[in-house]
């Protein structure tokens, strides 16, 4: 399984921003979907999450409202649509994907950075 995540950049305070993952290999067997950032000297955080099948979705707290996670399974593509964004949410963002309902994620992509300035 690879994970391609793409779309990072600079943008404003208040701008929107779409990031993309790209999966390959055994999809078939993925569960679920996740975006996580990690922003400089800090931990790395979940920002949202997506069931591969079926399309539950699930977010961090701080993200509601702003951030919108969707898949397109016969792309086998995840996406992370940000709008409203803030210095704050500058950081590398990852995507993820994990083949159980309970486990860790098993999978991770390379990260794609956004840099949002004020």
């Known amino acids: 399984v690879q994970l391609q995540a793409s779309g990072g950049g600079l943008v404003q305070a208040g701008d929107s921003l779409r990031l993309s993952c790209a999966a390959s290999g055994r999809t078939f067997s993925f569960y679920k979907m996740g975006w996580f950032r990690q922003a400089p000297g800090k931990e790395r955080e979940f920002v949202a999450g997506i069931i591969w099948n079926g399309g539950s979705t699930n977010y961090a707290d701080s993200m509601k409202g702003r951030f919108t996670i969707s898949r397109d399974n016969a792309k086998k593509m995840v996406y992370l649509q940000m709008n409203s964004l803030k210095p704050e949410d500058t950081a590398v963002y990852y995507c993820?994907?994990?083949?159980?309902?309970?486990?860790?994620?098993?999978?991770w992509g390379q990260g794609t950075l956004v840099t949002v300035s004020s």
């Open positions: 993820a994907a994990k083949t159980t309902a309970g486990g860790k994620y098993d999978f």
